[in-house]
């Protein structure tokens, strides 16, 4: 079933709550919640004793919720705060900013609109403008005063999560969040949650915060229109939500996030909130259903891993094997083999009718051949379009050498095995087809550019290299949950400038993706130069971005011509279905850029070769709106070597 593969948590939020431990009883024990919502109030009243819940059940059954007069009340807070820390609650959500719109309590708010209309009445417009003024500044200083106190919790407490809510009705609560952010130097233990207090969603809000490590959606209880349905004890759900609604929650619910129910004033009837979560499992029941590739990559969503440097490094045996588990790889490369093969029969007895191909077969080069995932797949190639080759495997890392030669008894044809650097190679006859794939996350990043110049030696004239030419791709990324773990784990210079390969779990795309460097093989003598130099680059952006968005660096991506039009992509906008070889890379940005909508965002990004030959790397650096030091100077932090 598909809701295996997701990690959705459900969490009531009764209102109010009567007897503390009996809604625990009643909520978790009996009803299979995952968690429960609750006020943090030491008195003692509602909880009868703090003691009837077990230390494990504080810490990961409740969510402690801080009441909101503690906006304006820092006594109160650090009172809350206190309590929860005592109990060891690992949970603790924040009342909801303050918005113009919306007032602490519902007493307060009737209260206000009676003396606004009293006043309204007598006031000019000026009056009136001032007064909206005044009342918004003053709302602005106590939302600052409020996180200055939050701030100073975060500081002193390390394993709690901590929640703020959003309203989504509010058009600006994605900058409010990027603005508490920003003053709180971004921690995280530290998320958001959207309050879906109004069927009606801003698109743009709504984009704003499709990259964000949301912790939970809130649904009002009155958020659910009701059905009535004949039959009074039916377990069918008597309760829909809107549907743009659903796409919000099926959006998020793939994210792995909680889901908190919360019981509306003047809600009454507790059975409808359970009526209310089976239409919520119904919808998780919905979700698509995640193929084997998808939930093995779920394993690895935002982990950060260091690019692979197969030219520098031998890869392990297992490296290979996962390597070979993408069958859709292996299978372009064949079809790339299988289509030049007949291409160059073709060819060769359009020269001579007379030729025996037999006799002068077809010389196959494979260059960086690994244990032999692509060898096998050429002999597949060579027998499907019957057209006899002569195939040499060429393969510096001595242990894969070891395999290669072992799995020469199980090919149904020879394969002549080199251990040597393709660069170096003298080989005893030059080849037709040069097959490689040394192509990393960012197409060039494991140097094939610099291997290839130096094994295109041992190509005939007119022969061709599969592949023939890529390309690398990228588009400014927003991913916060990234970023932090950066930012804090690695607070250091060396790890904001470096690249990482990662599957991207919580994160936005905020661009249209732009070309950024191209590779073409096999190149023409004379434009390969002995200090490499012909394989710099420098590419200069100017990305538009449709939402605000808060800039954390950039994704990047490739594609790769193998022959003609067979050709790998894992741009998203091309991605070759289920290829799983490579993850995006990740640039990071030493510091994230705040880019209002329709604003240009510029950067530039350069491939560099070094003096001493040793060494490629890339320098970026962000030029509008901000300027930001260039990146990896001189491969400072980050290189790949030769
Ligand atoms: C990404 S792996 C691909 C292996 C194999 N073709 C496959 O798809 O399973 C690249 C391979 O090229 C080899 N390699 C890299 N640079 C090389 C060089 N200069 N000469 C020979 N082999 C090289 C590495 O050792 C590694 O086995």
């Not at 299979?32 to 109030?41: D, E, K, R, T, V």
């Not at 007493?107 to 009342?135: C, G, S, V, Y």
């Not at 007119?462 to 916060?480: K, L, R, V």
């Not at 060396?494 to 732009?514: A, P």
Request: charged content about 30%; hydrophobic content about 35%.
């Amino acid at each position: 079933m598909s809701e295996e593969h997701y990690n959705v948590k459900y969490c009531i939020e009764p209102k109010p709550i009567v007897s503390f431990t009996d809604s625990f009883d009643d909520e978790i024990e009996d009803f299979g919640f995952n968690l429960l919502c609750a006020p943090l109030i030491p008195e003692g009243v509602i909880a009868k004793s703090d003691m009837l819940l077990s230390c494990g059940q504080w810490a990961e059954d409740i969510i402690g919720v801080i009441s909101p007069e503690c906006i304006e009340d820092s006594k109160k807070f650090q009172a809350e705060m206190g309590w929860a820390t005592y109990l060891g609650i690992t949970y603790i959500m924040f009342a909801p900013f303050l918005t113009e719109d919306k007032k602490v309590s519902k007493i307060e708010e009737i209260k206000e609109i009676k003396e606004d209309e009293k006043e309204k009445k007598t006031e000019t417009e000026e009056e009136k403008e001032i007064k909206k003024k005044k009342q918004s500044e003053s709302i602005h200083d106590k939302n600052t005063n409020y996180i200055r106190m939050i701030n100073s919790t975060l500081k002193s407490t390390t394993s709690t999560d901590f929640i703020i809510p959003f309203y989504l009705s509010d058009k600006n609560s994605w900058n409010k969040w990027n603005e508490i952010r920003l003053m709180t130097e971004s921690y995280s233990s530290f998320y958001p949650a959207l309050i879906l207090d109004s069927s009606k969603v801003h698109t743009e809000c709504i984009e704003s915060w499709m990259g964000e490590n949301v912790k939970a959606l809130i649904i009002p209880s009155d958020l659910f229109a009701e059905q009535k349905t004949r039959n009074r004890n039916s377990k069918q759900s008597a309760f829909q939500l809107p549907k743009q609604i659903v796409q919000l929650i099926k959006h998020f619910m793939i994210k792995d996030i909680d889901i908190i129910l919360r019981q509306s004033e003047g809600h009454k009837v507790r059975r409808d909130l359970h009526k209310q979560f089976y239409y919520l499992r119904k919808i998780e029941k919905s979700l698509p259903k995640l193929s084997n590739w998808e939930i093995a990559n779920r394993d690895f969503e935002d982990c950060l891993q260091d690019p692979l440097q197969p030219l520098k490094d031998n890869l392990e045996s297992s490296s290979y094997a996962v390597f070979e588990d993408d069958t859709i790889k292996y299978e372009l490369y064949e079809k790339a083999v299988y289509k030049a093969l007949l291409d160059f029969a073709k060819l060769r007895k359009k020269e001579d009718p007379k030729i025996n191909l037999k006799e002068n077969p077809i010389v196959v080069m494979l260059v960086g051949s690994g244990r032999g995932g692509i060898v096998r797949r050429c002999i597949i190639a060579s027998h499907k379009s019957k057209v006899p080759i002569r195939l040499y495997a060429i393969e510096k890392n001595p242990s894969a050498v070891i395999t290669l030669r072992n799995n020469k008894w199980e090919y149904d044809h020879e394969v002549i095995v080199v251990d040597t650097d393709m660069r170096v190679w003298n080989p005893p006859e030059k080849c037709d087809i040069m097959v490689s794939e040394l192509l990393g996350s960012f197409g060039d990043n494991e140097l094939s550019p610099e291997c290839l110049d130096g094994a295109q030696k041992i190509l005939k004239k007119g022969g061709i290299s599969i592949p023939s030419e890529y390309n690398s791709f990228m588009c400014p990324i927003s991913t916060p949950r990234l970023f932090n773990e950066l930012f804090e784990k690695k607070n250091n210079l060396k790890g904001l400038e470096t690249s990482y390969v990662v599957n991207f779990g919580k994160y936005k795309y905020l661009s249209n993706i732009q070309k950024v460097f191209t590779f073409t093989h096999p190149l023409p003598k004379e434009s390969i130069k002995k200090d490499n130099s012909h394989n710099d680059r420098f590419k200069s952006f100017n990305f538009v971005l449709k939402n605000d968005s808060l800039i954390h660096g950039f994704a990047g991506f490739f594609d790769a011509i193998l022959y003609k039009d067979v050709k790998l992509s894992t741009n998203p906008i091309d991605h070759t279905p289920q290829m799983a070889s490579w993850f995006p890379i990740y640039f990071p940005i030493q510091k994230p850029v705040f880019v209002k909508a329709g604003d240009n965002f510029k950067a530039s990004m350069w491939r560099c070769t070094s003096n001493d030959l040793k060494r490629v790397f890339y320098e970026w650096t962000v030029t509008s709106p901000v300027i930001l030091p260039i990146h990896n100077v001189n491969g400072r932090s980050s290189s790949i070597d030769l």
